[in-house]
């Protein structure tokens, strides 16, 4: 146990798990980023999703004003998590027809 926790070496973590860490995300399809105003991961997102962009990907960003991690828990007491949640549903559908016609 006490050398694992003393391990040296880098955790060696996939680019599948965490797409930041990808060489290139070129030929990534279309995405809707959603970050909260009030959540730790809120940098990892933008970052993401300027990464995206970066690399010619579409990409729709929702700031997630006011909201916090995981509020498309809070859909049934929380309004505005329901309008997010609207949001992408209206994004994805789009999205898809788009994928369809073409």
């Known amino acids: 146990m006490r050398r694992s926790i003393a391990r040296r070496d880098p955790i060696e973590i996939s680019p599948l798990a965490a797409p930041l860490l990808a060489d290139t995300l070129e030929g990534m ?12 991961l809120r940098d990892s997102g ?9 690399s010619g990907v579409p990409v729709t960003l929702d700031q997630g004003e006011g909201l916090i991690h995981g509020y498309l828990l809070a859909t049934t007491w929380c309004a505005a998590a329901r309008d997010k949640q609207a ?4 994004w ?3 999205t898809n027809k788009q994928a369809q016609s073409s």
């Not at 279309?30 to 730790?40: G, L, Q, S, T, W």
């Not at 949001?87 to 209206?90: K, P």
């Open 87 to 90: 949001l992408m549903i209206d």
């Open 29 to 40: 399809p279309p995405a809707f980023v959603a970050v909260a105003e009030n959540d730790i």
């Open 92 to 94: 994805l559908k789009s």
């Open 46 to 54: 933008l970052a993401y999703a300027r990464r995206l962009e970066q």
